[in-house]
C-alpha cells in the first residue's frame, strides 16, 4: 500500500457519488465537511458518475434535495462524456437512444437529433435506463441486425446501488441486447479514461495531482488506472474484500470510506 501522504498532493478529487458520496437518497455523514475542507485548503472537486439515467440539471436538483450546494460546473458525467465522444466521430448523425428522456434531453442540447423513427436512425445510443420498455429494446435489436451504424453505450456497469441492494445498469441490458444480435457497443463512461482526462483539462491538472475516488474497482478503479491518475477505492459502496482481493486490478489506496479523507488532507 502506498504512503497516504501523497494523498495530500492531490489538487483534484474525482468523486463517483452513489456508493461514496451517498446511497441512493441517503447522504452520508462526512460528505458535506469533506467537500468543504477540500475547497478551504484550495483544492477542486468534481462529481464524476457513470449514471446517464439523470442529466447535469438533475444531479444538481438531486445534490440539493441532499443538503449539498452544487452548479453544473461541477459535474463530469458519463452523458457529457458520450455527447463528447459523438461531436468528434459522429457529429451529424440522427440517435436513436435508449435511455431516459432526461438523456434524450442532454443529447439535444448539443445538438444531436433524437428521433423514434427507426427507419432514419443513424447511431444507437444506449444508456442506463429507469424508463426502459419492451417496445426500446425491440427496436434496438430492429435496427442492429438490419444495418451496420455506431452503436455506443453511456457506461457499463452491470448494476446500480439502492438503499435495497442492486437494480440492473447499463451493461446488464446491453448484455440483453449482444444475446439477441450479436452486437457489442463502444463503451464511453468509466472505465474509459475519457471522463477523467475531460474533467483535468477541464479544471487545468495533470494527473498526478488527480484523484479518482470510488466505490468499484471494474469502473472507478480502472478509469483512474487507465487515465493515469491516483485511484482510491472505497468499501462502502459495491466492492467486497472478497472482490477486491479477487480483482487483477489494485487501487493505489484503499479507505472503509470516502470520510477517511478528512484524516489525511
Given at each position: ?41 484550495g483544492n477542486k472537486y468534481l462529481f464524476m458518475t457513470n449514471n446517464s439515467s439523470k442529466s447535469v440539471a438533475d444531479y ?206
Amino acid at each position: 500500500m502506498n504512503d497516504l501522504n501523497l494523498l495530500k498532493q492531490i489538487k483534484l478529487f474525482l468523486f463517483d457519488m452513489d456508493g461514496t458520496l451517498y446511497l441512493g437518497n441517503h447522504l452520508y455523514d462526512f460528505t458535506p465537511k469533506l467537500l468543504e475542507t477540500i475547497k478551504q485548503k484550495g483544492n477542486k472537486y468534481l462529481f464524476m458518475t457513470n449514471n446517464s439515467s439523470k442529466s447535469v440539471a438533475d444531479y444538481v436538483k438531486k445534490l440539493h434535495s441532499l443538503g449539498i450546494t452544487a452548479t453544473d460546473d461541477d459535474f463530469m458525467t458519463s452523458s457529457q462524456a458520450t455527447a463528447y465522444y459523438l461531436k468528434k466521430h459522429h457529429s451529424d448523425a440522427v440517435l436513436y437512444v435508449c435511455g431516459t428522456e432526461s438523456l434524450k434531453a442532454e443529447l439535444r442540447a448539443n445538438g444531436f437529433e433524437v428521433t423514434d423513427d427507426i427507419d432514419r436512425v443513424e447511431c444507437v445510443v444506449m444508456g442506463f435506463d429507469t424508463e426502459l420498455t419492451f417496445k426500446k429494446l425491440e427496436d434496438v435489436c430492429k435496427i442492429l441486425l438490419t444495418r451496420d451504424i455506431p452503436y455506443i453505450a453511456t457506461n457499463p456497469d452491470y448494476v446500480c446501488p439502492t438503499e435495497f441492494g442492486s437494480v440492473p445498469d447499463c451493461g446488464s441490458v446491453c448484455d440483453m441486447i449482444y444475446n439477441a444480435t450479436k452486437k457489442r457497443p463502444v463503451v464511453i463512461g468509466k472505465p474509459s479514461p475519457i471522463m477523467p482526462q475531460l474533467a483535468m483539462e477541464k479544471m487545468g491538472v495533470n494527473n498526478i495531482q488527480t484523484a479518482v475516488i470510488g466505490d468499484r474497482i471494474y469502473t472507478d478503479i480502472k478509469s483512474g488506472i487507465n487515465a493515469g491518475a491516483v485511484s482510491v477505492l472505497v468499501m462502502s459502496g459495491e466492492t467486497t474484500k472478497e472482490v477486491l482481493d479477487n480483482s487483477a486490478d489494485k487501487p493505489e489506496f484503499v479507505l472503509e470510506s470516502a470520510g477517511e479523507l478528512l484524516k489525511i488532507i
